[in-house]
């Protein structure tokens, strides 16, 4: 079992920064990639980033490419998410998720557990 606890998610102006943290639970952490995934009020949960196991892969969304950065720290047991040059579109609540055992493309992971969430608001 994994448990998953986001937090960061704030309001934040158009243009800012943020950075999510996922906190996990388990000895299983280290040997699952991770996902970011939001899902804006009336729109389907989608994909934002990844990262394996090892931080050997990093991937994103191509709306996000160039202005978020995601990170983990295995000894720490949690992963990041860096945010920068915010904007409106995303506005949403942030999940992380985890697959335990894991070695193919963390993009396409079909991700086993999942956080509550933490809530996003880009809005001047």
């Known amino acids: 079992q994994v448990q998953l606890v986001e937090s960061g998610g704030r309001l934040v102006p158009p243009g800012g920064s943020l950075r999510l943290s996922c906190a996990a639970s388990?000895?299983?952490?280290?040997?699952?990639?991770m996902g970011w995934f939001r899902q804006a009020p009336g729109k389907e949960r989608e994909f934002v980033a990844a990262?394996?196991?090892?931080?050997?892969?990093?991937e994103y969304a191509n709306s996000v490419k160039g202005r978020f950065s995601i990170s983990r720290d295995n000894g720490k047991n949690t992963v990041y998410l860096e945010m920068n040059s915010l904007k409106p579109e995303d506005t949403g609540v942030y999940y992380c998720?985890?697959?335990?055992?894991?070695?193919?493309?963390?993009?396409?992971?079909?991700?086993?557990?999942w956080g509550q969430g933490t809530q996003v608001t880009v809005s001047s």
């Open positions: 998720a985890a697959k335990p055992g894991y070695v193919g493309s963390p993009r396409y992971a079909r991700y086993d557990y």
């Open positions: 990262i394996s196991w090892n931080s050997g892969a990093t």
């Open positions: 388990g000895r299983r952490f280290s040997s699952s990639p």
